[in-house]
């Protein structure tokens, strides 16, 4: 709501919400803000069930149950984000916001035409050219270039191999170059110099999320907030540990001991949930151990201060 009335786009996550949170979220944001805003959802496809997988991962957590006195027979299953879905567009429809967003790809095109129907524009996520361009031939009104400094999951859909994909500075002229479509650059983008550079680089937006991690109104944890000020912020990975595809965040102390990338983590979304006990006795602790500490390259400019400051200082790059 903060970034919508200061002048910018305001994001609501909505891939960890319920149908019942996720209404109740957008009619306290439609009553908040007049301003626009945009409804973020995942689109990945449900994993198959694989019990081989998912004994692999609690047999490698294990170790780690015993030495919190956890019991490793209760280790919770289950998937936890949930993609895009016809009962999601039901809610989405009565507040018709002004653009939806998606990650990993787009939902079905009967489900986008009916995004589109009552005039929602719709942008998502690419990691490569090839990904922007199928974005764009599937109807997206803009594509967001998601180079590989950004915090959080990539947003990668059409290819898993990670040595294709590119840094901001590379994909963003890339995407100029070849759509015809705004292309919004997104990756380690924090200050108006920033802004300046990717506009230069041909953008026609950006959009930043790092930069808002210590905002006054970020429900960011009192540990994540902790790691941001500190040196932690300067080594960051992608892992596919805590969730099961490669996101971006600090390197913490199981990324450490078992590689920030495994075959061990099962199919996304399914690593997190034996990772909850884990992480609610670690911060207990005051660890972080297993906490996703999402966090991009560039968190320079992560400061405890209003979102409203935040954006005023990115728009000053326009
Ligand atoms: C903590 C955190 C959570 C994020 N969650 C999402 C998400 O739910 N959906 C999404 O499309 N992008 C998500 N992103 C990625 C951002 O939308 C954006 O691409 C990225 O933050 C831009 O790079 P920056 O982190 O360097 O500013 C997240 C980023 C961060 C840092």
């Avoid at 950004?150 to 590379?170: P, V, W």
């Avoid at 609610?280 to 996703?292: L, V």
Wanted: aromatic letters at 6%; proline letters at 7%; one cysteine or more.
């Amino acid at each position: 709501m903060a970034v919508c009335e200061a002048g910018g786009l305001g994001a609501l996550p909505a891939a960890m919400l319920s149908l019942e949170q996720l209404d109740s979220e957008l009619a306290q944001l439609s009553q908040k803000t007049k301003a626009p805003f945009n409804v973020n959802f995942f689109c990945h496809a449900t994993p198959e069930e694989d019990p081989t997988a998912l004994d692999r991962w609690h047999e490698a957590l294990k170790p780690y149950y015993q030495e919190f006195g956890l019991d490793p027979r209760q280790m919770p299953q289950g998937a936890g984000r949930q993609p895009f879905s016809p009962a999601a567009a039901e809610v989405l429809e009565a507040y018709k916001p002004a653009v939806v967003s998606f990650h990993f790809g787009l939902p079905e095109p009967r489900l986008i035409q009916r995004v589109k129907s009552w005039g929602s524009r719709i942008i998502a996520s690419a990691t490569t050219v090839k990904e922007a361009l199928w974005l764009q031939s599937q109807g997206a009104d803009a594509v967001i270039a998601q180079g590989l400094e950004a915090g959080g999951h990539r947003g990668h859909f059409l290819s898993h191999d990670l040595s294709e994909q590119m840094g901001t500075f590379a994909l963003v002229p890339a995407l100029r170059r070849t759509l015809a479509i705004p292309v919004v650059a997104a990756g380690g983008i924090a200050d108006a110099q920033g802004v300046r550079s990717a506009l230069t680089l041909g953008a026609n937006g950006i959009q930043a999320g790092t930069v808002f991690l210590c905002a006054n109104e970020a429900t960011t944890s009192r540990l994540h907030r902790q790691a941001l000020r500190s040196q932690a912020c300067v080594h960051t990975a992608l892992t596919n540990l805590l969730s099961g595809r490669p996101a971006r965040g600090m390197v913490n102390r199981l990324m450490h001991e078992m590689g920030p990338l495994s075959t061990l983590a099962p199919a996304f979304p399914l690593a997190t949930a034996a990772l909850v006990p884990l992480r609610a006795a670690a911060e207990a602790q005051g660890r972080t151990d297993f906490s996703p500490l999402w966090c991009g390259q560039n968190a320079s400019a992560c400061e405890e201060k209003p979102a409203a400051e935040l954006v005023q200082g990115l728009i000053r790059g326009f």
